[in-house]
């Protein structure tokens, strides 16, 4: 599977990776402004979405990777669609996951809680342009 994580990257003790859910196509959607944006800021991002294609160099895939150590998890999916990957992300133990605005999701964000998994609602676009994503 093709992923923009870079070799670097991967072997860090602490690495950065982003996995980003509910990758879009679309030029109009917020996630694909995401992706544009940690694209420009060479910020290493696994997008899996529905369909396959490449936004800004960042390959979109169709599942879940295995094996890849994530520090953010940012999402695009609304609370129904979400549900299919709860164990995925808590067994990813990432450090933090971003509810983006309408992704809003009480019962897993608990979950999360409870893994001592960071939870932020909050805006991934925002938090980049203003300089605060990492």
């Given at each position: 599977?093709?992923?923009?994580?870079?070799?670097?990257?991967?072997?860090?003790?602490?690495?950065?990776?982003?996995?980003?859910?509910?990758?879009?196509?679309?030029?109009?959607?917020?996630?694909?402004?995401?992706?544009?944006?940690?694209?420009?800021?060479?910020?290493?991002v696994?997008?899996?979405?529905?369909k396959?294609?490449?936004?800004?160099?960042?390959?979109?895939?169709?599942?879940?990777?295995?094996?890849?150590?994530?520090?953010?998890?940012?999402?695009?999916?609304?609370?129904?669609?979400?549900?299919?990957?709860?164990?995925?992300?808590l067994?990813?133990?990432p450090?933090?996951?971003?509810?983006?605005?309408?992704?809003?999701?009480?019962?897993?964000?608990?979950?999360?809680?409870?893994?001592?998994?960071?939870?932020?609602?909050?805006?991934?676009?925002?938090m980049?342009?203003?300089?605060?994503?990492?």
């Amino acid at each position: 599977m093709s992923t923009s994580i870079q070799s670097d990257t991967q072997n860090s003790p602490n690495p950065k990776n982003v996995l980003l859910l509910g990758a879009s196509l679309d030029p109009s959607r917020y996630s694909y402004m995401c992706l544009s944006d940690l694209a420009m800021q060479k910020i290493p991002v696994i997008a899996v979405g529905l369909k396959e294609g490449n936004v800004s160099g960042i390959q979109i895939v169709k599942s879940v990777p295995d094996g890849q150590a994530i520090h953010t998890v940012t999402l695009y999916l609304g609370a129904r669609n979400q549900e299919p990957y709860f164990e995925y992300i808590l067994n990813l133990k990432p450090v933090r996951v971003i509810f983006n605005p309408g992704t809003e999701n009480p019962g897993f964000e608990k979950k999360l809680e409870e893994a001592g998994i960071e939870v932020l609602a909050a805006c991934s676009i925002m938090m980049l342009h203003a300089g605060i994503f990492f």
